[in-house]
């Protein structure tokens, strides 16, 4: 049973029950997916449908171009984009190099943007070209080393196979932060939530366990991916069943 499964570790000073047998990161989790069915089908979106293997060719070129803007391990890195496959581009390259995502609501307004790239301390921020009105100024930011319009980045991962070498990933860990989330601040300033790589695991296994989710089904992205419901047990969840 899913609880016979489940031993009692330390993380973070705390005892926690864990699954045993787990991935070691979010990276590792979507390289076993690839590795299992690299032929099978990792997201639909509109007319695009890319195979486990075109999105692991996807994401290493996204790496390869967020390493030579020099972002790396630790660094943060801001997400203000719609519901789209490339979503899952950007969290499984920064995710390979232990890049920290910070997932936004693409409705939010330029303070609340500014408040989260300025407390999360980005280096960068990747935006739809739409919502450019609604970004603040870049003189009030000035620790956001870069300002990445989505369709000029998207062009990079679409560019040759042959990649410089990527850094190794010994300086990624299981406590490490995937990504922060920032809640509403309906009682105060937003929160800046840390979503660990063994956290969003944990919830991937005990999902999948709870459903009895096989490999081969499909989920549908109903609500924002920016959300901790839509990264968490839609597009995470959805790359563990290949």
């Known amino acids: 049973t899913p609880a016979a499964q489940l ?31 690299p032929d099978g089908v990792a997201a639909v979106d509109g007319d695009q449908r890319w195979t486990y293997a075109m999105l692991a060719a996807r994401v290493e070129r996204c790496a390869a171009r967020l390493v030579a803007l020099g972002l790396g391990a630790g660094d943060r890195i801001g997400v203000l984009l719609d519901n789209r496959a490339d979503y899952l581009t950007v969290l499984l390259a920064c995710a390979r190099l232990g890049v920290i995502a910070v997932p936004m609501n693409i409705r939010q307004r330029a303070p609340e943007t500014a408040y989260a790239l300025q407390d999360s301390g980005a280096a960068a921020l990747i935006f739809e070209e739409a919502l450019a009105e609604e ?4 003189a009030d930011l000035p620790h956001v080393r870069h300002w990445l319009p989505y369709a000029e980045e998207a062009l990079h991962w679409d560019g040759p196979a042959d990649l410089p070498p990527l850094p190794d990933r010994s300086a990624v860990g299981e406590d490490d932060p995937f990504c922060i989330l920032y809640t509403s601040g309906t009682t105060g300033r937003p929160k800046g939530a840390v979503l660990t790589h063994l956290g969003v695991i944990t919830s991937c296994i005990g999902s999948q366990n709870h459903m009895g989710l096989r490999d081969g089904e499909a989920m549908v992205l109903a609500v924002p991916a920016s959300h901790v419901t839509g990264i968490g047990l839609v597009l995470m969840l959805s790359l563990r069943i290949a």
Do not use: N, Y
Not at 9 to 37: K, N, S, T
Not at 135 to 138: A, C, F, K, T
């Open 7 to 37: 031993r009692k570790e330390l993380h973070h000073g705390r005892v926690v029950a864990c699954h045993a047998d787990r991935p070691a990161d979010i990276f590792a989790m979507f390289a076993a997916a690839v590795a299992r069915a």
């Open 135 to 138: 970004l603040p100024p870049r």
